[in-house]
């Protein structure tokens, strides 16, 4: 008899993600659905919008990453009207950027997917949560944390308006720029930044690497797929948030395209299932061959990992030196453990640290011009990001007034959407047998999408092991055998 | 005494408001303090089960943010409504509708139309768009219904009390929660912040003249701003039509308001406020000339309902 669990982690109710996972007859895993019953529709009414209005909406789209979007936005506007921003508002964007990546990841690493090894995966549910971080390092560091946080948050708002979303970007430039005073506190602030990425990173090597039993949870194949990556690298296939080309690496390590944004959808393409309202994407030149990995399918993921998957390095020094011992220890390259996105997301941490200061010690940074006018006539833009959650792109389509007739977006976490359903069953694959099913898979199931910091986990904020899991088992008539909660 | 019950939940949003709490920083161990939260899925380990145990109005505030746009979210709005002495309509989206709103411009099949079969990097032959019920290998496998018409919350539910502003501001949020802990709330159905134009708090409003004239409106990527009022410089702001309490955040960053606070009292919609406001200041009173600058307005319908199409008097394109 077949038998569905359903395991709804941000409550069934909620319905942000959710994820079903089917066993045949003798109780093993034969498929699994991560599925997203949320959808609002901006591709369709964005339309008739003014283009310029749209780093505005844009940002509503998500409420933790509107930086992303709001800076996606407004390099299709620069894409749009053909105006090439100065080079101080180019660089006070990109230092924006930045802050916003380094406050992102480490709320990631001390409230969402950290704390399963700051803690320990098997630590009680009530202490594997920030508050468990706390307890575990001191007050000190719980402190530390969240005067990080407000910090990064203030600079935020005072460079681009709101911190929750942002409002400064324009094509061709920026509406506000920087003040001598403000640039002392950031580059002042800089130094901490950089300090405090260090800490952390040595936290997790002292904690999660030196462990053995972690280290062996990183390398079990119960989180390991093989897929193919993707990510923006600069000129010296270095690592960039900001901007450069998109390159794509196989899963055996090989650069197969490396191409401008405004080429995405020939390299590009997603596939529509009926039981998730998001859209599944894949390498067009492969083709959409079903939900399963290997270097035949056309699945790739994006994100922390990716992005160091693809490049030959990080452009800072200490980010650089971090980057190589990641692969020293991990051997292979491109890495396939899944939980490896961790580690990859702190070593970003500590690039983004290094490069904010890099740019707030540039002698432009304070100049006020900050602007240049669009004079040309609008038609077609795209623009490029790499946002916490992987690549975001978007695309732009105007009449000759600037007004949207066509807008398309392929947002970060979507890139992942088919590799997190891989990942899902690979790890129920492995734990779930005979039908046996206990609360410990719960967790474990949890880390495996856990570490790609999807969207809906990051935009509900749920802290691990707070989360709400629900595993119902039906038989084939729907009829509930089990239900095991974790309250 | 047991502490009074409280319950956080989102619907149709992005998470903003969600954030906006946690913007509280220190306040919200004060809050937690005075209160029991019994439900707030993203933060805390509750289930809907446990809400259907409660007693009918043994929650005593619930903050409910984002719009209504699936069955789902329809159908827990009125769970809580069911539990809930006071229920709070928290943020933009919640309140008028917000930016999802605007896909009332459209209806469900276009929307889907585009986003699943039309994109530029969408392969989609068979032109599948997801079903609230489907099977796939035999797998049975359910999705909430994405309604025609995305809806305020108060269209849904009675809602007591509106915590405007996308996000709400922090200050804004406190000063509500204050009210409600102090048992001072105003009268039902009041939005919790000043009964002010932005204008009056606008830092530049000593710059907006008697009477702006305009001959042409501007777009905000054609002029470099001059630090003056908006209107002045002929860019379209919603400041006169729109409730202060934001602190003008966007006016410091040298961009205009967009409207995230809804009207002040008395005003039915902000729309047709604005409308009456832009229309005003137009430097002439030949017909055929208004017309001829009214349509230097790009986008006047998605820029005067940026916030608050499914709230205002004509909540959806019709045909």
């Given at each position: 008899m077949k038998k569905v669990i359903t395991?709804?982690?941000?409550?069934?109710?909620?319905?942000h993600g959710k994820i079903s996972i089917f066993l045949d007859d003798s109780g093993n895993v034969e498929n699994a659905f991560f599925q997203?019953?949320?959808?609002?529709?901006f591709e369709k009414f964005?339309?008739?919008?003014?283009?310029?209005e749209m780093p505005r909406i844009t940002s509503k789209i998500c409420g933790v990453c509107p930086t992303a979007h709001h800076m996606a936005s407004t390099k299709t506007l620069d894409s749009l009207f053909k105006v090439e921003p100065t080079s101080t508002a180019k660089k006070v964007r990109e230092l924006v950027y930045n802050l916003f990546m380094f406050e992102d990841h480490l709320l990631h690493f001390f409230f969402l997917g950290g704390p399963d090894f700051l803690v320990g995966p098997e630590a009680p549910k009530e202490e594997r949560n920030v508050i468990g971080v706390i307890k575990k390092f001191g007050v000190e560091i719980g402190k530390k944390v969240i005067q990080m946080r407000k910090d990064t948050r203030k600079v935020m708002a005072e460079l681009m308006g709101r911190p929750t979303d942002p409002i400064f970007g324009m094509p061709g430039g920026i509406s506000k720029g920087i003040t001598n005073e403000l640039k002392n506190f950031i580059l002042k602030f800089s130094d901490e930044m950089i300090e405090f990425a260090k800490f952390v990173i040595k936290t997790f090597h002292s904690v999660v690497l030196e462990n053995e039993s972690y280290k062996k949870m990183i390398l079990n194949d119960a989180y390991k797929i093989v897929t193919h990556y993707m990510g923006l690298v600069d000129e010296n296939n270095f690592v960039n948030f900001y901007d450069g080309k998109i390159r794509v690496v196989s899963s055996?390590?090989?650069?197969i395209a490396k191409f401008?944004?405004?080429?995405y959808y020939d390299y590009i393409a997603e596939n529509v299932e009926e039981w998730s309202y998001i859209k599944f994407p894949y390498l067009k030149s492969i083709g959409w061959k079903g939900f399963i990995d290997g270097d035949d399918s056309g699945i790739y993921r994006v994100a922390p990992l990716a992005r160091l998957n693809v490049a030959d390095g990080m452009a800072t020094e200490l980010a650089n030196q971090e980057y190589k011992k990641m692969f020293d220890i991990l051997e292979h390259k491109p890495v396939h453990h899944t939980l490896a996105y961790h580690w990859a997301r702190l070593i970003e941490v500590l690039y983004a640290a290094e490069r904010v200061k890099e740019l707030i010690s540039d002698k432009e940074i304070t100049s006020d011009n900050i602007r240049n006018i669009p004079k040309n006539i609008p038609d077609e833009g795209i623009g490029v990001v790499e946002a916490p959650r992987g690549t975001l792109i978007h695309h732009y389509k105007t009449d000759e007034n600037g007004i949207l007739k066509k807008v398309n977006l392929i947002v970060a976490t979507v890139n992942n959407s088919a590799a997190i359903c891989l990942s899902i069953k690979k790890a129920a694959e492995s734990l779930i047998k005979n039908g046996q099913v206990s609360d410990g898979i719960l967790n474990k199931v949890e880390m495996a999408f856990r570490a790609y910091d999807p969207c809906f986990a990051c935009a509900t904020h749920s802290f691990p092991g707070e989360m709400p899991l629900i595993v119902e088992i039906y038989d084939k008539k729907k009829n509930l055998i089990k239900t095991i909660k974790r309250l | 005494m047991s502490k009074p019950k409280a319950a956080i939940y989102w619907c149709a949003s992005c998470g903003g408001c969600e954030e906006a709490v946690v913007d509280l920083n220190e306040f919200i161990l004060d809050v937690v303090a005075a209160v029991d939260i019994v439900f707030w899925p993203v933060a805390l380990d509750f289930k809907t089960d446990d809400i259907k145990k409660l007693a009918d109005g043994e929650i005593t505030v619930s903050l409910i943010n984002g719009a209504i746009r699936t069955s789902e979210q329809e159908e827990i709005s009125k769970l809580l409504r069911q539990k809930s002495k006071f229920v709070i309509s928290f943020g933009s989206c919640s309140h008028l509708g917000g930016v999802p709103g605007l896909a009332n411009f459209f209806d469900k099949n276009s929307i889907f139309q585009r986003a699943y079969i039309e994109t530029e990097s969408t392969v989609n032959p068979k032109k599948i768009v997801p079903k609230t019920k489907s099977e796939n290998k035999g797998c049975e496998l359910e999705l909430p219904e994405f309604y025609n018409t995305v809806l305020p919350l108060n269209k849904v539910i009675e809602v007591d009390y509106y915590i405007p502003g996308c996000p709400p501001t922090p200050d804004v949020i406190k000063n509500a929660l204050i009210a409600l802990l102090e048992n001072k709330l105003p009268q039902k159905g009041s939005v919790l912040t000043l009964n002010k134009a932005l204008c009056e708090a606008c830092e530049r409003k000593d710059t907006k003249p008697d009477k702006v004239l305009i001959k042409k409106f501007n777009r905000t990527y054609e002029v470099i701003d001059n630090g003056k009022c908006f209107l002045e410089q002929g860019i379209i702001c919603l400041g006169p039509a729109t409730r202060t309490g934001c602190g003008a955040a966007c006016i410091k960053a040298n961009m205009p308001c967009r409207g995230c606070f809804g009207p002040t009292d008395n005003v039915l919609e902000s729309g047709s406020k604005i409308l009456s406001a832009i229309a005003s200041i137009i430097e002439t009173n030949d017909e055929e000339e208004v017309k001829k600058v009214i349509e230097t307005i790009p986008d006047p319908a998605g820029l005067f309902y940026r916030y608050s199409l499914p709230s205002s008097i004509i909540s959806r394109r019709l045909k």
């Amino acid at each position: 008899m077949k038998k569905v669990i359903t395991i709804d982690p941000i409550t069934r109710l909620e319905g942000h993600g959710k994820i079903s996972i089917f066993l045949d007859d003798s109780g093993n895993v034969e498929n699994a659905f991560f599925q997203v019953p949320e959808f609002r529709g901006f591709e369709k009414f964005c339309e008739g919008r003014a283009a310029e209005e749209m780093p505005r909406i844009t940002s509503k789209i998500c409420g933790v990453c509107p930086t992303a979007h709001h800076m996606a936005s407004t390099k299709t506007l620069d894409s749009l009207f053909k105006v090439e921003p100065t080079s101080t508002a180019k660089k006070v964007r990109e230092l924006v950027y930045n802050l916003f990546m380094f406050e992102d990841h480490l709320l990631h690493f001390f409230f969402l997917g950290g704390p399963d090894f700051l803690v320990g995966p098997e630590a009680p549910k009530e202490e594997r949560n920030v508050i468990g971080v706390i307890k575990k390092f001191g007050v000190e560091i719980g402190k530390k944390v969240i005067q990080m946080r407000k910090d990064t948050r203030k600079v935020m708002a005072e460079l681009m308006g709101r911190p929750t979303d942002p409002i400064f970007g324009m094509p061709g430039g920026i509406s506000k720029g920087i003040t001598n005073e403000l640039k002392n506190f950031i580059l002042k602030f800089s130094d901490e930044m950089i300090e405090f990425a260090k800490f952390v990173i040595k936290t997790f090597h002292s904690v999660v690497l030196e462990n053995e039993s972690y280290k062996k949870m990183i390398l079990n194949d119960a989180y390991k797929i093989v897929t193919h990556y993707m990510g923006l690298v600069d000129e010296n296939n270095f690592v960039n948030f900001y901007d450069g080309k998109i390159r794509v690496v196989s899963s055996k390590g090989k650069e197969i395209a490396k191409f401008p944004v405004e080429k995405y959808y020939d390299y590009i393409a997603e596939n529509v299932e009926e039981w998730s309202y998001i859209k599944f994407p894949y390498l067009k030149s492969i083709g959409w061959k079903g939900f399963i990995d290997g270097d035949d399918s056309g699945i790739y993921r994006v994100a922390p990992l990716a992005r160091l998957n693809v490049a030959d390095g990080m452009a800072t020094e200490l980010a650089n030196q971090e980057y190589k011992k990641m692969f020293d220890i991990l051997e292979h390259k491109p890495v396939h453990h899944t939980l490896a996105y961790h580690w990859a997301r702190l070593i970003e941490v500590l690039y983004a640290a290094e490069r904010v200061k890099e740019l707030i010690s540039d002698k432009e940074i304070t100049s006020d011009n900050i602007r240049n006018i669009p004079k040309n006539i609008p038609d077609e833009g795209i623009g490029v990001v790499e946002a916490p959650r992987g690549t975001l792109i978007h695309h732009y389509k105007t009449d000759e007034n600037g007004i949207l007739k066509k807008v398309n977006l392929i947002v970060a976490t979507v890139n992942n959407s088919a590799a997190i359903c891989l990942s899902i069953k690979k790890a129920a694959e492995s734990l779930i047998k005979n039908g046996q099913v206990s609360d410990g898979i719960l967790n474990k199931v949890e880390m495996a999408f856990r570490a790609y910091d999807p969207c809906f986990a990051c935009a509900t904020h749920s802290f691990p092991g707070e989360m709400p899991l629900i595993v119902e088992i039906y038989d084939k008539k729907k009829n509930l055998i089990k239900t095991i909660k974790r309250l | 005494m047991s502490k009074p019950k409280a319950a956080i939940y989102w619907c149709a949003s992005c998470g903003g408001c969600e954030e906006a709490v946690v913007d509280l920083n220190e306040f919200i161990l004060d809050v937690v303090a005075a209160v029991d939260i019994v439900f707030w899925p993203v933060a805390l380990d509750f289930k809907t089960d446990d809400i259907k145990k409660l007693a009918d109005g043994e929650i005593t505030v619930s903050l409910i943010n984002g719009a209504i746009r699936t069955s789902e979210q329809e159908e827990i709005s009125k769970l809580l409504r069911q539990k809930s002495k006071f229920v709070i309509s928290f943020g933009s989206c919640s309140h008028l509708g917000g930016v999802p709103g605007l896909a009332n411009f459209f209806d469900k099949n276009s929307i889907f139309q585009r986003a699943y079969i039309e994109t530029e990097s969408t392969v989609n032959p068979k032109k599948i768009v997801p079903k609230t019920k489907s099977e796939n290998k035999g797998c049975e496998l359910e999705l909430p219904e994405f309604y025609n018409t995305v809806l305020p919350l108060n269209k849904v539910i009675e809602v007591d009390y509106y915590i405007p502003g996308c996000p709400p501001t922090p200050d804004v949020i406190k000063n509500a929660l204050i009210a409600l802990l102090e048992n001072k709330l105003p009268q039902k159905g009041s939005v919790l912040t000043l009964n002010k134009a932005l204008c009056e708090a606008c830092e530049r409003k000593d710059t907006k003249p008697d009477k702006v004239l305009i001959k042409k409106f501007n777009r905000t990527y054609e002029v470099i701003d001059n630090g003056k009022c908006f209107l002045e410089q002929g860019i379209i702001c919603l400041g006169p039509a729109t409730r202060t309490g934001c602190g003008a955040a966007c006016i410091k960053a040298n961009m205009p308001c967009r409207g995230c606070f809804g009207p002040t009292d008395n005003v039915l919609e902000s729309g047709s406020k604005i409308l009456s406001a832009i229309a005003s200041i137009i430097e002439t009173n030949d017909e055929e000339e208004v017309k001829k600058v009214i349509e230097t307005i790009p986008d006047p319908a998605g820029l005067f309902y940026r916030y608050s199409l499914p709230s205002s008097i004509i909540s959806r394109r019709l045909k």
